[in-house]
């Protein structure tokens, strides 16, 4: 399976898709935000560091992110297919993430953009609610997707939560970064002749099969 990098703005739909695709074709799904927020809830040092840059919408330093993924691609698994969401974020860390590729010799993969327009954005973040146990996504604002018994997960009846980033003034400032520096990321992946793009404004279904329809054109074994 070729790797895949998800650019996408917030809110666009990199988490679902990827738990779709890792669902089905059993890619790994590195989040660089899941990892973040992982050491929020455990309250550590690095935790307690990214805590407030988080909430805010900014990006975390390069330094860090850098750190964290490195040691997550190190791990066995990373080597049959991997989908990185929410990183590379910015024009240095795609350079950077070409030297931590080829030290570990794991192939750069296919660049994906989920091509949204940002009205829909408000609902998509606001509306969400995330399993706190086994990470499914539900959205309030929209039917196929709204959890049957409120505030509880279907598929395990754990609890659902909101993320402390999903309001819509931390949204204004991670789509005004997103602007200035994640999307340059597309001239850089078009520059390479290494972007794909996708309708994200539709239902789940619709960007997971146009995602299939690109890995199949390029030789992937996708049904
Ligand atoms: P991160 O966790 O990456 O957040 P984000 O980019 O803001 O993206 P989201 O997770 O909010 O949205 P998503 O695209 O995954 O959408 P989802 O599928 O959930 O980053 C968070 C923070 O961490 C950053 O702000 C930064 O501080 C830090 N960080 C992370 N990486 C970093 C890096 N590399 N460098 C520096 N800092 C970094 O879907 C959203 C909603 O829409 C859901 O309700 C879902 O049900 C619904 N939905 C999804 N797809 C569809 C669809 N096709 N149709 C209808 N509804 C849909
Ligand atoms: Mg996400």
């Known amino acids: 399976m070729k790797n895949i990098i998800l650019i996408a703005a917030p809110g666009a739909g990199k988490g679902t898709l990827a738990k779709s695709l890792k669902e089905k074709y059993g890619y790994v799904h590195i989040s660089t935000g899941d990892l973040l927020r992982d050491a929020v809830n455990k309250g550590d040092e690095l935790g307690l560091k990214v805590k407030d840059i988080l909430a805010q919408g900014l990006l975390v330093e390069d330094e860090i992110v850098y750190q964290i ?3 997550r691609l190190q791990e066995a ?3 049959n297919g991997i989908i990185l969401d929410g990183f590379p974020r910015n024009v ?3 350079v950077k993430y070409e030297e931590i590729l080829s030290d570990i010799n794991i192939d750069l993969g296919v660049a994906i953009l989920l091509d949204i327009d940002e009205k829909l954005l408000i609902q998509r973040i606001t509306g ?3 399993c706190s146990k086994c990470g499914e996504i539900y959205n309030i604002y ?4 709204t959890p049957k018994v409120e505030n509880v997960c279907d598929k395990c009846g754990s609890a659902l939560y ?3 980033d999903d309001n819509e003034e931390a949204l204004k400032s991670r789509y005004a970064t ?4 994640t999307q340059p990321l597309i001239d850089y992946y078009q520059k390479k002749n290494n972007l794909y793009v996708v309708d994200s404004s539709k239902d789940a279904d619709y960007t997971l099969e146009q995602v299939e329809k690109i890995l199949r054109d390029l030789g992937d074994q996708v049904d």
Do not use: F, G, W
């Open 128 to 130: 969400r609610r995330i």
């Open 142 to 145: 929209n039917p196929t997707i």
């Open 92 to 94: 240095n860390q795609a």
């Open 178 to 181: 997103y602007v200035e520096k």
């Open 69 to 71: 993924l490195k040691n």
């Open 162 to 164: 909101q993320r402390s």
């Open 77 to 79: 698994d990373c080597q």
